[in-house]
């Protein structure tokens, strides 16, 4: 009986053991390749064609088979709505052919890192956009799904020695308690032996002045070189690692700067060691210490600026008490489904939105809203989830759950604004895209010129100042300046209940000089109350002897016409009936007209509800006394709506509104910040200048449609120079908060307006509107004084370390103090 003998062999790609006769075999550059199965042969052939062969030499995997990072689930294929990754599943959201993916990059520490990374998703195929926020190490990526795949986009990302997986808030928040926790530990390491090395560095630097005995001079110079070492490859790994990888890849970042620094002044140290001349294993040690330092107290920073998130989504309970036939049960608030009741006792918070159906509380809605006093509830009225109950008991049935509460959409605004950068973040991108380069000419430069200058020792004095150069660059405060501005802002606005959909809107905001205000729900309560009835049948004389029954006809047939219409008119009208118990009818074929009014069959008859316009164009013919008894009830500062059945004219509803409390107040800190208030509404001109005098609003535009609102923002906005901002809530609003420079709209409003919209505004009154122009302006400045503190640091202290005025370790703390400095100014806005 023969045996047949097998080779355990191991594969090419996912390193699997694979026995000589099971194993695939392919001709690869270097010769034969082994593969475990035909998926393996198949993902290398892809790597070799994308000409990332590199991804071989530079994988960093710590166990057999193919990374987590990049494995698809079972029976998926390329290009896949979802991804698994370490941390769980992470959604790509699609526009037919174009997907979007939310990426964490870990590895990045400088703005080099973020140039770096844009570029190479610039130069991939398929890619439509790629950005990437230094502070926040997050990208957003669009790519055209029919020419690629979020593999190949993480692959070409591991390529150049960055890991990039699909972010999720518990994947995120791991990730950076990963980096704090080993930057904490390579910090303190390199605290603990550096001060070792300052002690014996005091004993050379008095022997130097004193005299020492050679022997003592050794030995204190060769524990020198002990204590230094673990500062330099351990602490400073991360640095070195970086460097190699960007050396690897022909490309240069500030890591290469300060380990170039080091390393040279360890090695020319370890020369002088032997030779028996002067060390500076201190200023190696200290060059990595002190840039440790600095990076530890800025993420700490970054990290206090970009934790709104994080508050936000600590509101929502983890726990919802669920009203059952058998009781109540305490459930987890995953596990709580649209339409449950739950019970919320005094003092708990809301778990999730919701409509109240029983109960009287109060609740605090500050934290969300920004508003600081407590809301009274009753039924009916709406709940947000994550807002505190007061002394009240209510049953709530549960309305959105998951990531459609408004907890989780303000997040995702927040999130999307501190991802987004503002234009004038490129002006320091442009300029870190050639720093180092020009940095290392200059450390050259700064070799050459005192090696060669007969007025200094030589050699020495040569390395120490071109390490100066090279340590005391730093494009950190650069790529700093903007994105944690534009995070402390956008971080601050969501705490006073504004929230703002990117730094680029932030940057629009505070060039604006002319604000429009819709009327109706946005300078006004919104609240529209009947205060009057009149009927055709009665010659439209307020009359006691009018029999109610036609006054009820009137307010039946209009409300049952608009009781599915989002109009606040329509709305206010259908509560009058409810308050007068008037039944409604079933309305049929009902079609809204933004602007003019509604449509619909009730009773088989055509009613018509709306502007006068609305009835003239469909063919009413009004009674004689019909427009001058409107004009008197418009004088008054009411709002009429006309009624028609079949043609026929049957009566007219006069409603009543009123501004809002801090209207006044908001327009007049509005105008004294030098912007131009307009108001816009589609009501009347006599209605509306009621209006204008309770608020101080000189400029009044009335009968306008919604197509003329946007036509009129569009003209504001050619007519000068200046930025114009509208401000709204209804869906008539959308069209005009789109056309604008700055659309803003009020939560209390459609989701239409919502949608449209560039900031939303959560508080109920206008007192956001200028909050948020003050904010916005208050950011810019911040900006600006960072990127002229980024640019004067460089501009100054280079040509000082050129000059050999900053030793090396004066230049090491200089460049950790400027980073903290821009953090700590943005820090400034969460005031």
Known sequence: M???????????????????????????????????????????????EEGLQAFYEKRDWRSFGIPESVRFPAGQEAGPPLIECETGRASVARDEDIQQADLM??????????????????????????????????????????????VRILSRLRAIGYAATPYTQSGHEAMLQKQNKDLLLRLGTALFFSMQLMLLSFGLYAGYFQGIDPQMKHWLQVASCVVCTPVLFYS????????????????????????????????????????????????????????????????????????????????QPQEARVVWAQGRLMTAVELVKKEDVLEVRPGEK??????????????????????????????????????????????????????????????????????????????????????VPAILLSAAGTFLYWFNNPATPGLSAALLNAVSVLVIACPCALGLATPVAVLAGTGSAARKGILVKGGDILERLHKVRTIVMDKTGTLTTGKMQVTEIRNAEFGLRNDQHETQNAKH?????????EQSSEHLLGRAIVQHAKEQGIPLLQADETRALPGHGIKALVQEKTILVGKRALLEREGVRFPADSIETAFQLEREGRTVVFVAREGAFLGMIALMDSAKDDAKNAVARLKRTGINVVMIT????????????????????????????????????DSGKNLVAMVGDGINDAPALAAADVGMAMSTGSDIAIDSADVVLMKPGLSSVPEAVELSKKTFLIIRQNLFWAFFYNVAAIPLAMTGTLHPIVAAGAMAVSSVTVVANSLRLRK
Not at 243 to 259: H, M, T
Not at 382 to 387: N, S
Not at 693 to 701: A, H, N, Q, S, Y
């Open 2 to 48: 023969s045996t047949v003998r097998t080779t355990l062999l191991t594969c090419d790609h996912c390193l699997l053991p694979v026995t000589d006769r099971e194993a695939v075999y392919a001709d690869g550059p270097s010769g034969k390749k082994v593969f475990c199965c035909h998926a393996c042969l198949a993902i290398y052939e892809m790597i070799r």
């Open 105 to 150: 990059i870990d590895g990045i520490r400088c703005a080099s890192c973020v140039w770096l990374n844009e570029k190479i998703l610039e130069r991939t195929a398929g890619v439509v956009s790629g950005r990437v926020n230094f502070a926040t190490h997050r990208a957003v990526v669009r790519w055209d799904g029919t020419k690629t795949n979020l």
């Open 236 to 315: 400073g790994r991360p640095f070195l690692k970086g460097a190699v990888q960007g050396l690897r890849n022909r490309l240069v970042n500030v890591d290469v700067l300060i380990s170039l620094g080091a390393v040279t002044a360890y090695l020319f140290s370890v020369y002088n060691m032997v030779m028996g001349g002067e060390v500076y294993f201190d200023t190696a040690a200290m060059i990595i210490t002190l840039v440790l330092l600095g990076r530890y107290l800025e993420n700490s920073a970054k990290r206090s600026a970009s934790d709104a998130v994080t508050r936000l989504l600590a509101l």
């Open 350 to 435: 809301i778990p999730l939105d919701g409509v109240v159906l029983k109960g009287r509380s109060e609740v605090d809605e500050s934290l969300v809203t920004g508003e600081s006093r407590a809301v009274e509830k009753t039924t009916g009225m709406i709940v947000i989830g994550g807002t505190i109950n007061g002394l009240g008991m209510l049953l709530v049935r549960v309305t959105k759950t998951g990531q459609d509460t408004t907890l989780a959409q303000i997040a995702r605004i927040v999130e999307r604004a501190q991802n987004a950068s503002a234009p004038i973040q490129r002006i320091a991108d442009r300029v870190s895209s050639y720093f």
């Open 553 to 561: 006809e009137t307010v039946q047939l209009a409300a049952s016409a």
């Open 682 to 717: 589609g009501d009347n001109e006599v209605t509306a200048q009621a209006i204008s005098k309770d608020t101080g609003i000189e400029r009044v535009l009335s009968g306008f449609s919604p197509t003329e609102k946007a036509i009129e923002v569009e003209r504001l906005r």
